[in-house]
C-alpha cells in the first residue's frame, strides 16, 4: 500500500466522522458560504504575476515536521506581501499536522486565492472548502476515478471553487480530458518513490492543451527553475517545503521572488 492509499483509507473514516459532528446544514451556515470566490487564474495569468503559490504547511509524510508552530495569521499575510500570486494551505491533520482552523485564519487576513490543499473524495470535503473560504479545490488524478475527478469538479463548479486537477503522468491526462477544470497541477515529485524530476514535469506538460493554466509542483527551490519552467508555458509555481522550513518563511519567499524577478 502506497502513502495515497493509506491516505484515502484514513481519509474516508475521516471524512464519515466529520459527516456526523459537522453536518452540511451547519456548514452551510459559514459567513463564507455565500461570499464570492476570488478567481486563482485571474491572478496567476495577470501582468507582472509572480506566479508563486505559497504554501502554509507543517510537515509532510515524506520530511516530517518542517515548521510545526508556524503561525497562520502571520505567514500567509508575509507571502502575500512578498509577492505571492495565491495562497495554499494544508487542511489534513493526520499526515500533515494542520490546526483546525489554519485555512479559516489566512482567509480571514487575505483577499487573494487559497487553494484548500487536502485528499478530496467526497462532496462533503468540497462544502467544507467553501465554508471554510477557500477559492479553490484539488483533485488528485492518482487517488480517485477519472468518473470521480468528473462528478467532484462538477460540484465544486456548483460552489463557484475553481478546481485544480494534478496529474503524474500521461495515463492521467489522457483519462481526465472531459473533466471540467480550471488547472492542472503537474506533480515533480513521483508519489511511489519521492523522487522529484523537473523535466518530467516539462515533457507531460507538452501533451496538455495550450489555452489550460499550468501549475508546478514540489520540489521547486531555485528562481531559475521556475524562469524555465514559465518558457516551457507554466504559469503557476507551488512552493511549500522551501519556504516552509526557513524560520521566517514570508522572508524566504521575498528573497525568493525578488531573485526570480532579477532572473526575469
Known sequence: MNILDKIAQHKRKEVAERKSLYPIQLLEKSIYFDSPTVKMTDYLTRKNASGIIAEFKRQSPSKGAINPYANPEEVPLQYMQAGASALSVLTDNHFFGAKNHDLETARKFNYCPILRKDFMLDEY???????????????????????????????????????????????????????????????????????????????????????????AESGINDPNTVNLLKKEGFDGFLIG?????????????????????HVN
Open 125 to 215: 470535503q468540497i462544502v467544507e472548502a467553501k465554508a471554510m473560504g477557500a477559492d479553490c479545490i484539488l483533485l488528485i488524478a492518482k487517488m480517485i476515478s477519472p468518473a470521480e475527478v468528473k462528478h467532484l469538479a462538477d460540484f465544486a463548479k456548483s460552489l463557484d471553487l475553481q478546481v485544480l486537477l494534478e496529474i503524474h503522468n500521461e495515463n492521467e491526462i489522457k483519462a481526465n480530458e472531459d473533466a471540467s477544470v480550471d488547472l492542472i497541477g503537474i506533480n515533480n515529485r513521483n508519489l511511489d518513490t519521492f523522487e522529484v524530476s523537473i523535466e518530467h514535469s516539462i515533457r507531460l506538460a507538452e501533451l496538455l492543451p495550450k489555452e489550460l493554466i499550468k501549475i
Open 241 to 261: 517545503e522551501y519556504f516552509m522550513k526557513n524560520s521566517n518563511p514570508g522572508e524566504k519567499c521575498q528573497q525568493f521572488i525578488k531573485a526570480l524577478n
